[in-house]
């Protein structure tokens, strides 16, 4: 069974602290992606990645930062937390042939920032 | 920047067919629609998508109008387990850097 993980279900962290958000899949993926949901804005791409060390800005790249290592991981960082980050952060995944066509999701992190 | 509307809700007696419209009267010619759910608590699950013919496969049949200005979303058979929030998505498949908007979606009850 295809399988997504996200290192954190919730999350609270402080104004300023630098946040680790870890996402790993177990189906030999190129492509993953990071994104967003929130209450009348549906999800919003963050940064993606077709390859091992690839990564490109999604639509709202801003205050976050990627890292693909490996290509079963796929790291969200944000460097200096705030409170506009408080939001559901989704990570997905797909062969590289499909893009946006089948995409496989996580579980979702919800992380409030106070 | 919506360019599906979606009724907000349905509900569906378990066994039934589940039928979900979708209006998309603003699609472009290289737009395709896209349909995935969100089971409360859950990342989204990718259902299926298609350009303008009909296309089935083992989850639902995704019947798309010859204008392809709407589409409905078939689940043959729902269960209690098909009880989620299901979101049609026009956008084109590569990196374009639109955002993948999920929109308000429907919500659908199946009723025992």
């Known amino acids: 069974d295809v399988k997504v993980t996200q290192s954190s279900r919730y999350l609270v962290k402080r104004t300023g602290e630098k946040v680790f958000l870890e996402c790993v899949q177990d189906?030999?993926?190129?492509?993953m992606f990071w994104y967003r949901q929130d209450p009348g804005l549906g999800l919003r791409l963050i940064y993606f990645?077709?390859?091992?060390?690839?990564?490109e800005k999604g639509d709202i790249p801003e205050g976050y930062s990627v890292s693909r290592e490996k290509k079963e991981r796929f790291s969200l960082i944000l460097e200096s937390a705030s409170t506009n980050q408080t939001s559901m952060y989704l990570c997905?995944?797909?062969?590289?042939?499909?893009?946006?066509?089948?995409?496989?999701f996580g579980p979702g992190t919800r992380l409030t920032v106070l | 920047d919506a360019k599906t509307t979606q009724p907000p809700s349905m509900d569906c007696a378990e066994g039934r067919a589940a039928n979900l419209p979708c209006n998309h009267s603003?699609?472009?010619?290289?737009?395709?629609v896209y349909w995935y759910r969100q089971i409360h608590s859950q990342g989204p699950q990718y259902i299926i998508h298609?350009?303008?013919n009909n296309e089935t496969n083992e989850m639902a049949s995704l019947i798309i109008t010859e204008d392809r200005k709407s589409s409905t979303l078939i689940l043959p058979h729902a269960t209690l387990r098909d009880t989620a929030v299901y979101y049609c998505?026009?956008?084109?498949?590569?990196?374009?850097?639109?955002?993948?908007?999920f929109g308000t979606g429907t919500s659908l009850t199946v009723i025992p």
């Open positions: 603003t699609i472009s010619g290289n737009e395709y």
């Open positions: 998505i026009v956008r084109v498949p590569m990196w374009t850097g639109n955002q993948f908007y």
């Open positions: 997905a995944s797909s062969l590289r042939t499909s893009g946006y066509n089948e995409q496989f």
């Open positions: 298609g350009l303008k």
């Open positions: 990645s077709y390859d091992v060390k690839m990564k």
């Open positions: 189906m030999d993926h190129e492509n």
